[in-house]
């Protein structure tokens, strides 16, 4: 009863001599409590939205250039040119607006008006100086003098601490390539996979579409690119993800894993509270624009565009199409645990919860025992199954009364919490230990996930921990940060007690969770088990396979003097070739955050000098070849040049003019079986790998895009360790386990190592290994 007394701030009684009002000042105390941080969190994101407005100039700089002003007036020049005179006329006079005040106000404005003109000049300059690309294209280790002078220009531009946004309104925007390039690039793509027959009818429709109707999409392209931030991405929001029906669980979600071999507790409760304290401190500095932006070189900015939707945002249902809601300064969070949902406060007296409260209030879940409501065990499968029968469910059943309370609570809820009451990680001892947790990440029970959340972090009840995120909203660098500030800060900051609780005191008159309430009627009901075979039926279907290959990693790949992805993506065609006996089209995913909302482009991977490595016996110096071509479409990719998403933009032009068009009909028809992704590494640089080898992430994979293709994430982790996360299908009769199509990944990567005679780099047990497998 104290913690439902606590949640009164008064009471009163009516009497004779009127109405006896009793007020709690515990109440009270933490409703002004409140109150002071909402106006504080407000003044810092003021001021941070100043400081970000005004770069790369400062603030301070506005009054430098007042002072100076001022000073030039009293010395009798005029650095004006008269202007300060025309606007001194211009102001009403009055007894409040003497003559002198006329005159400062006029110098002010001035100085205000010269002071933006410097700020829109630098921007402008530095956006200029940001479209310089060469240096991208420069050989490692290689700068050229024109490279250097541009470094030092970006970096004197750059301001010396930029916030997160500090450099939104300096990125350039994201070119259109020519129509020549785009098509004469694709055709080059497709010349590895298609007979001479093939590839001349493929070369006399593309051509036909290039003299007509190519040119008029174009112009509309290039319309939007002048008018619009980015020309792709909010097209690729609309038409790629939030437009399709089919079920986004494994077809759109992807997943995140723990730390690879490391478990800093055990208590489920412990290990969730820890997490989510830093999770609510990651999400303060992101509100307030406190997080340093991400820059190649240490010095060339990515877009920050991604960050803003990170918490307190859901993807609803829709008909036709769904649509991102993001809110802000949510509070609470929802928690799933045995098929009951409990909503939990995460602010007690102006502040965050700390870790030990989080832990009591998550214990507190984990020992209710009350059973789930009627079709509240099996609800977020709804999430799992495809969109229109979710979303005609939801305007029928979750529109007014407990069930639209409890539903707004799920979708305004600052991210979703999984207590699984499964145990999953990595075990050396066993062989799909890893498979099983990549397995549970992606889809869980097919129930046990609200995947419409931007993510829903999953604790297991051994403490292991992943996420399970929603792609519509960004990609998986920028899950990836955040990812990486919550496993350090959990390890090396917080830290646990030596009996595995998460320390600081227990206050235990904190309210309880609330336990969410339903009333679903049985038609639903049939609804939800509906979507459920739906999803238990894809989930099924999907075989994974993950590996680590420890054998040697990126420091022996660079002595070898060449890309560890461009590497790793040749092993892999020649990995699928035998396997399948052929090769096929090849998806690499590349981000464009240099551009201004710039998400990811594709590159090509299978290409003439790939193809013609796998097929020939003297590998080396085709290799080679190979490499350096992949590395140079990477670069294209990065810098806006190149070839899928400038044709999905002319796609979705010509079917807005209602114009067809049978070359890009069959290039967005075309599968891509085999679709590869590098997860990124240390980002943040927060984790030091030398000195905590253990210390180190596994990754995180997806689903198969194709019926018949394999869905390849990997990682490059330190020096030594590739995590590998491979998907396919059972239905399929063409793809084979991932575990055989390793081994041949295994084979091609040693056969290279022994034609740059580097064997003696690798350990002999390892070698004995390899010439098995060969």
């Not at 409040?96 to 005159?103: L, N, R, Y």
């Not at 991400?294 to 199409?321: D, K």
């Not at 740059?756 to 047990?765: Q, R, V």
Request: with cysteine; aromatic share 12%; net charge positive.
């Amino acid at each position: 009863m104290a913690e439902a007394h606590q949640a009164v701030a008064f009471q009163f009684t009516v009497t004779p001599d009127g109405i006896d009002l009793q007020l709690s000042r515990e109440v009270l105390k933490h409703i002004y409590l409140s109150g002071v941080t909402s106006w504080k969190k407000r003044a810092i994101r003021f001021k941070n939205g100043v400081l970000t407005g005004v770069y790369p100039a400062s603030p301070s700089s506005w009054l430098i250039v007042v002072i100076a002003i001022m000073s030039t007036m009293y010395a009798r020049i005029d650095p004006s040119r008269g202007m300060i005179d025309r606007i001194k006329t211009s102001l009403p006079v009055s007894e409040f607006m003497t003559v002198q005040t006329q005159m400062v106000l006029s110098a002010i404005l001035f100085a205000t008006g010269l002071w933006l003109s410097f700020i829109f000049l630098l921007r402008y300059i530095l956006k200029a100086l940001l479209s310089y690309h060469s240096w991208i294209f420069e050989s490692h280790g290689k700068m050229s003098f024109s490279t250097k002078i541009w470094l030092v220009l970006v970096k004197l531009l750059s301001g010396r601490r930029p916030l997160l946004y500090s450099f939104q309104a300096s990125l350039p925007r994201l070119p259109v390539p020519s129509i020549d390039d785009t098509i004469r690039r694709y055709l080059e793509s497709v010349r590895p996979l298609l007979d001479d027959e093939q590839y001349k009818q493929m070369e006399t429709v593309a051509n036909d579409f290039k003299k007509d109707p190519a040119p008029k999409f174009q112009k509309h392209l290039k319309l939007k690119s002048w008018w619009a931030t980015n020309y792709v991405s909010d097209w690729w929001e609309e038409y790629i993800y939030l437009r399709g029906r089919d079920p986004i669980m494994v077809n759109s979600n992807f997943y995140t894993m723990d730390l690879l071999y490391v478990i800093p507790t055990h208590r489920q409760a412990a290990r969730a509270g820890n997490v989510v304290h830093a999770m609510l401190q990651y999400r303060r500095k992101l509100e307030r624009g406190e997080l340093t932006p991400l820059r190649a070189l240490g010095i060339v900015p990515m877009c920050s565009f991604q960050y803003e939707r990170m918490f307190n945002t859901t993807r609803i249902p829709g008909i036709e199409t769904d649509f991102v809601q993001h809110l802000k300064d949510r509070k609470h969070l929802v928690v799933y645990h045995r098929g009951r949902f409990f909503k939990v406060w995460l602010y007690y007296g102006g502040r965050h919860l700390w870790p030990s409260e989080l832990e009591l209030q998550f214990q507190r879940i984990l020992d209710d025992k009350s059973e789930p409501q009627p079709g509240e065990l099996k609800l977020p499968s709804l999430t799992a199954g495809n969109r229109v029968p979710w979303a005609r469910a939801r305007l029928k059943y979750f529109t007014e009364g407990i069930n639209q309370a409890s539903l707004e609570a799920i979708e305004t809820a600052a991210f979703f919490l999984t207590l699984d009451d499964e145990a999953h990680g990595y075990d050396p001892e066993n062989i799909r230990s890893l498979d099983l947790y990549a397995k549970s990440l992606l889809h869980g029970k097919c129930y046990d996930r609200w995947f419409d959340k931007s993510f829903t972090l999953i604790v297991y009840k051994n403490g292991k921990i992943g996420v399970n995120t929603e792609h519509s909203w960004a990609d998986s660098p920028i899950i990836g940060h955040m990812w990486e500030y919550v496993l350090a800060t959990d390890c090396f900051q917080l830290g646990y007690t030596a009996e595995g609780h998460c320390k600081g005191d227990i206050n235990k008159s904190l309210a309880s969770p609330t336990k969410l309430q339903w009333d679903i009627p049985k038609a639903c009901q049939e609804i939800i088990e509906s979507s459920y075979m739906i999803a238990k039926g894809i989930a099924n279907d999907v075989d994974f396979h993950g590996c680590l290959f420890n054998e040697f990693g990126k420091g022996l790949i660079k002595k070898c003097r060449t890309s560890p992805d461009a590497f790793i993506q040749l092993g892999l065609q020649l990995a699928h070739y035998r396997v399948q006996g052929e090769f096929c089209l090849t998806y690499e995913s590349s981000m464009t955050r240099m551009f201004r909302e710039g998400r990811t482009e594709t590159v090509r991977s299978c290409t003439c000098e790939s193809t013609a490595f796998v097929r020939n016996e003297q590998r080396l110096a085709l290799f080679k070849k190979a490499a350096d071509k992949h590395q140079n479409m990477y670069r294209l990719a990065m810098t806006g040049a190149g070839i899928d998403r400038h044709l999905f933009c002319l796609y979705i032009v010509s079917k807005v003019m209602g114009i067809d068009s049978p070359f890009l009909k069959q290039v967005l028809s075309e599968p891509w079986r085999l679709s590869t992704s590098q997860t990124p590494q240390q980002q943040l640089n927060l984790i030091d790998i030398q000195k905590f080898p253990k210390y180190v992430g596994a990754g995180g994979g997806f689903g198969p895009v194709a019926d018949d293709g394999y869905g390849v994430s990997y990682i490059i982790v330190g020096e030594n360790l590739i995590t590998f996360h491979i998907s396919s299908k059972f239905s399929s009769p063409e793809t084979v386990r991932e575990f055989q199509t390793l081994l041949f990944f295994l084979s091609a990567t040693c056969e290279y190592m022994i034609l740059t005679n580097k064997l003696h780099l690798i350990l002999n047990s390892s070698l004995q290994f390899y010439y098995l497998v060969i």
